[in-house]
């Protein structure tokens, strides 16, 4: 089915059915739409290449639903013109009307918009040193307008802080996508190269944010992608997204040479594998002459990768450095790995296995680095890599679907988890040594710069599985582009250009967001407990599962016994505290100075031991569990008072998803805190009863359907 973003050129009515499908690109009448026409007049665009005809056609659409009058295209400056676009160096129009000052300063992508005066009146100008920052600088002219402010107040200077803001897509070459909440893969193998309107509309909303990469095939790779006659569909996705400013990048699968190539080995020092890689990377530029380069996942969970040859992991990812240098492409080698057998502590594993390899990796690998040391989980400590490898470029890894917090059904808005670790302090210098700091180059001055993005989008027509899950890849490309963003602004953003620029609607909708990701962490894990979730599905609460591969379920995680739960990360248990610089390591360490929010991460605490707050480490955890009922409760209350100010067919479908959190959320409180009673003999809280819900319930509920059957059959 095509699916094609409508233009209304009429007020907005909460009686018009929304599936979702516009996104935050949602162009309605506002209520300045009278002043607006007086000032912009016509549109000149003044270029003629594919990028900047986007950036027309964008703001053609945009302005006129916005104006509620069809706005005019120009190639030439004109008395009525009020709006002109372009870059400093491919257009005099620009050059009358801006200084070099203003553009000098924003590089490649970045955009600057100006309010000159040319012929007595005011005209608003976005220029920039590239097309693609003309596009850029078009898409937040539309967002600013969108959110009713004036053209005065969006006059403003931008440019991104990290280069590659790349979405990374776990989907698979049968359709099926791993972790994937929204339906099936956007990418329709069997059609392409055929393009659809879905592909172009993906495009804008990622260009609408920034994102400049997509990385199209899943991490756990398959070779047949590297073959011709999917390069020759990777084309034409890429020549689609090109004109977006999208550069397209692909998994290698470490074994390729073997798979697909003919040979005996995948010895990254041989001589053949190496001469293999460089004559598939020469094929794939024949293809896509701006491929981006590949993400590698080796070495973990099962994949091949150089350590089976007794080789490092400098050695694969320098080896696909090398061969992809000449070309200007790059190697996003994923430093998540965690070997198939019992270990002391798993979340020791990454910074023991690459700390000791920093400066030994070519300019050209970014290591590829998650936010957290174990699993994406609700709450973690920042990564100990971040701040270990000064000498080699390092990226940083977030998950936008909601693996672990609550799939599609769940409304948990994830800047808050993103700018937690994004500004936390790695203790590296007194005046300031965050995380960002390390990925955006400015600490320890990598030229190379990244961000991932695990992507939640699918088939669905609302793109990500609910309403609300959206504002996750929104949020994930401002703070690509400027990871100083606070989660409220975005939030303010998102639900004014989603929902509605009343103000009561947006100060309900940005609330429940900025609490959702508390009162998550809240009923499934706090006080730094970790992945007390199914082990397979990812979804419910099973604190007490046991697998075949025991050390690694959830008792693994908690340790809960008779004296109390945590687990200890100090030097009298694991000591993974001491990966962290003396500052971090410190306070993490000392039981008196550790966060209430990581303190059983590190710490085995007694079940009567009491905490800051005075209570005992029993009362402190099932007051966390009720509250997090409690919020989701509020939410609830909440989205109703917003009955008949949000579209039917949104309003309903969040008014069932939030349900189904309400319900799961006491799943949750009931079936862990009866679990750990189960160790403390200590008496339940009134309200807490028998878990309602078990695997039954998952599969009836998570798998109704076909449609959701291969991940529903991984189910034990």
């Not at 609550?406 to 995380?435: C, K, N």
Request: hydrophobic residues 40%.
């Amino acid at each position: 089915m095509l699916f094609v973003l409508a233009t209304s050129f009429a007020p907005t009515t909460v009686t018009r059915a929304e599936p979702g499908y516009e996104l935050w690109l949602r162009y309605r009448l506002v209520v300045n739409a009278e002043q607006l026409r007086e000032s912009l007049g016509a549109i000149l665009v003044d270029g003629k290449s594919r990028t900047l005809h986007v950036a027309g056609g964008e703001l053609l659409r945009g302005l006129s639903a916005m104006v509620g009058r069809q706005r005019l295209l120009t190639s030439e400056m004109q008395p009525n013109v009020g709006l002109v676009v372009g870059t400093y160096e491919g257009s005099a129009t620009v050059r009358s009307l801006v200084r070099r000052d203003d553009v000098s300063g924003v590089g490649d992508e970045g955009f600057v918009i100006r309010r000159p005066l040319f012929a007595g009146r005011r005209v608003t100008v976005i220029a920039a040193n590239s097309d693609v920052g003309a596009l850029y600088g078009s898409f937040a002219l539309l967002r600013g307008l969108q959110m009713g402010r004036s053209l005065d107040a969006l006059v403003t200077t931008s440019a991104p802080r990290i280069h590659r803001r790349v979405l990374d897509h776990w989907d698979n070459l049968d359709g099926t996508v791993e972790r994937g909440y929204a339906g099936r893969s956007l990418w329709n193998w069997s059609r392409l190269p055929a393009v659809s309107q879905r592909y172009r509309d993906y495009a804008r909303a990622n260009a609408s944010i920034g994102i400049n990469g997509t990385v199209l095939t899943n991490v756990n790779a398959n070779a047949k992608v590297l073959t011709p006659a999917y390069l020759a569909k990777v084309a034409a996705l890429a020549d689609l997204f090109r004109m977006y400013g999208i550069t397209v990048y692909l998994t290698a699968r470490f074994s390729a040479p073997i798979e697909i190539g003919g040979l005996t080995t995948a010895d990254p020092l041989d001589s053949g594998v190496r001469a293999w890689w460089r004559t598939k990377v020469d094929e794939i530029y024949r293809y896509v002459p701006d491929f981006g380069g590949f993400v590698v996942k080796a070495n973990s969970e099962g994949q091949p990768g150089p350590q089976d040859y007794h080789r490092s992991h400098a050695d694969g990812a320098n080896m696909l450095a090398d061969a992809l240098a000449p070309h200007h492409g790059v190697v996003m080698w994923r430093a998540f790995v965690y070997a198939n057998t019992a270990a002391a502590d798993r979340v020791r594993q990454a910074y023991d296995e690459f700390a000791p390899l920093d400066g030994q990796f070519r300019s050209n690998v970014l290591l590829q680095t998650k936010n957290g040391p174990l699993d994406f989980q609700p709450r973690e400590p920042f990564h100990p890599l971040f701040g270990a490898m000064p000498n080699t470029a390092q990226m940083i890894e977030l998950q936008i679907t909601k693996e672990y917090l609550g799939e599609d059904s769940h409304l948990v808005y994830l800047a808050p988890l993103f700018s937690e670790v994004l500004s936390a302090d790695i203790g590296l210098r007194e005046q300031g040594s965050t995380v960002g700091m390390v990925i955006d180059g400015t600490l320890q001055g990598q030229r190379e710069t990244g961000m991932a993005g695990v992507s939640n989008i699918g088939s669905d027509t609302n793109w990500t599985g609910s309403q609300f899950n959206q504002a996750n890849w929104y949020a994930y490309g401002r703070l690509a582009w400027d990871h100083r963003l606070s989660p409220a602004s975005m939030a303010d953003e998102w639900a004014r250009m989603t929902f509605s620029n009343d103000a009561a609607v947006v100060r309900a909708i940005v609330h429940m967001m900025l609490v959702s990701r508390e009162a998550a962490v809240n009923y499934m894990t706090p006080l730094g407990l970790a992945h007390l979730m199914g082990s397979n599905h990812h979804y419910g609460p099973a604190p007490w599962a046991r697998l075949a591969r025991a050390d690694w379920s959830p008792p693994y995680f908690h340790r809960a016994d008779s004296a109390g739960v945590g687990f200890d990360r100090t030097a009298t248990g694991s000591n993974a505290v001491a990966q962290y610089l003396p500052p971090v390591r410190d306070r993490y360490a000392d039981r008196a100075a550790v966060p209430d929010s990581f303190l059983l991460w590190f710490h085995h605490v007694g079940w009567t031991e009491r905490l800051r707050s005075g209570r005992t480490l029993w009362d402190e955890l099932a007051l966390r569990y009720q509250a997090g009922v409690d919020t989701v409760r509020a939410m609830q209350r909440a989205w109703s008072g917003l009955r008949g100010k949000i579209d039917e067919e949104r309003f309903t479908e969040t008014e069932r998803f939030l349900a189904i959190q309400e319900r799961e959320a006491r799943w949750w409180r009931d079936a862990v805190l009866q679990y750990f009673a189960t160790f403390s003999h200590l008496p339940l809280p009134a309200g807490v009863e028998p878990p309602a819900h078990n695997l039954s319930y998952y599969m009836a509920v998570r798998c109704p359907s076909d449609e959701h059957k291969p991940r529903c059959d991984a189910i034990p």
